[in-house]
């Protein structure tokens, strides 16, 4: 069971390919964020330069605070928004490098169950106990990655509803108190 130069340069080329799959995706990722942050800059500006108008031209203390309270919920709402922005990318980037990884462990397994039945077709005999052996624990260790895997993607799915109820009951919250200040100016 010898390892050839074939098989050599296709497992090279394989793991080139396989780096180049994962910096593709995190140079896509970087980029997205770039973008958004780009982009969130320049409306935090203009906003900013509407905002210090609006407050300018208030005639009166009454007026100012309205103005303020008014202002607090479109902030809020585009932190959120940005803050929603940056999780889906993240959590984009996660999943694509994960499916990447799986791709890789399968292939991975394939390629030592292979080597397995090769070795035991060419192995001497009373060898046949310890190649179950070997099987046993690889598939014990994928069985052991499967559940890891379902258990963390519950954890992202619970994590991911609670992000989204504390940012509604933010949202729900700045919005009241706007509401309330409007009321009593």
Not at 137 to 161: F, G, P
């Given at each position: 069971?010898?390892?050839?130069?074939e098989?050599?340069?296709?497992?090279?080329?394989?793991?080139?390919?396989?780096?180049?799959?994962?910096?593709?995706?995190?140079?896509?990722?970087a980029?997205?964020?770039?973008?958004?942050?780009?982009?969130?800059?320049?409306?935090?500006?203009?906003?900013?330069?509407?905002?210090?108008?609006?407050?300018?031209?208030?005639?009166?203390?009454?007026?100012?605070?309205?103005?303020?309270?008014?202002?607090?919920?479109?902030?809020?709402?585009?932190?959120?928004?940005?803050?929603?922005?940056?999780?889906?990318?993240?959590?984009?980037?996660?999943?694509?490098?994960?499916?990447?990884?799986?791709?890789?462990?399968?292939?991975?397994?394939?390629?030592?169950?292979?080597?397995?039945?090769?070795a035991?077709?060419?192995?001497?005999?009373?060898?046949?106990?310890?190649?179950?052996?070997?099987?046993?624990?690889?598939?014990?260790?994928?069985?052991?990655?499967d559940?890891?895997?379902?258990a963390?993607?519950?954890?992202?799915?619970?994590?991911?509803?609670?992000?989204?109820?504390?940012?509604?009951?933010t949202?729900?919250?700045?919005?009241?108190?706007?509401?309330?200040?409007?009321?009593?100016?």
């Amino acid at each position: 069971m010898f390892v050839t130069p074939e098989q050599f340069a296709a497992t090279g080329k394989a793991n080139v390919e396989s780096l180049l799959s994962v910096a593709n995706a995190a140079f896509a990722s970087a980029e997205r964020l770039t973008a958004l942050n780009l982009n969130t800059a320049r409306a935090v500006l203009e906003d900013g330069v509407a905002n210090a108008k609006s407050l300018m031209g208030a005639k009166d203390v009454q007026e100012l605070v309205a103005l303020q309270s008014a202002m607090a919920q479109p902030m809020v709402e585009k932190a959120v928004a940005y803050s929603r922005n940056v999780y889906e990318i993240a959590t984009q980037t996660q999943e694509e490098l994960s499916k990447m990884v799986e791709a890789q462990l399968t292939e991975a397994n394939k390629n030592v169950a292979e080597a397995l039945d090769k070795a035991a077709k060419s192995a001497p005999a009373g060898s046949d106990v310890a190649v179950a052996a070997v099987k046993q624990a690889i598939a014990a260790a994928n069985s052991a990655y499967d559940s890891m895997t379902k258990a963390a993607k519950q954890v992202a799915e619970i994590a991911e509803a609670n992000v989204t109820a504390a940012t509604n009951a933010t949202v729900k919250a700045v919005g009241t108190t706007a509401a309330k200040s409007k009321k009593a100016a």
